[in-house]
């Protein structure tokens, strides 16, 4: 079974830095593009960034120069710096996962609080 588990979330201060973390577990499958989303309260979900299992990254606008995501086998990371109050959203992550001669199905983790304020 899939599993996408977050951490990494919490309060922190403009201008702060925080590093979200999901872990994939399961097997039998290989891992395809992971990503970061974000929903703040009255917005719909927005991409932050995506990157591909050869390490081809996208961001949005808003974050570039700002955050970085990276992954390492079954993990996808974002180092967020710079924050500002409107980062402030429940990040969730994703990932496109394939069984063989599958097309990729979508899992998504629960989410993760980053909340940015003084």
């Known amino acids: 079974q899939v599993q996408l588990v977050e951490s990494g979330g919490g309060l922190v201060q403009p201008g702060g830095s925080l590093r979200l973390s999901c872990v994939v577990s399961?097997?039998?499958?290989?891992?395809?593009?992971m990503g970061w989303y974000r929903q703040a309260p009255g917005k719909q979900r927005e991409l932050v960034a995506t990157?591909?299992?050869?390490?081809t990254t996208n961001y949005a606008d808003s974050v570039k120069a700002r955050f970085i995501i990276s992954r390492d086998k079954n993990t996808v990371y974002l180092q967020m710096n710079s924050l500002k109050p409107e980062d402030t959203a429940v990040y969730s992550c994703?990932?496109?996962?394939?069984?063989?001669?599958?097309?990729?199905?979508?899992?998504w983790g629960q989410g993760t609080q980053v909340t940015v304020s003084s």
């Open positions: 399961g097997s039998g499958f290989s891992i395809n593009a």
């Open positions: 990157i591909t299992s050869g390490g």
């Open positions: 994703n990932a496109g996962v394939s069984y063989y001669r599958t097309d990729s199905t979508v899992y």
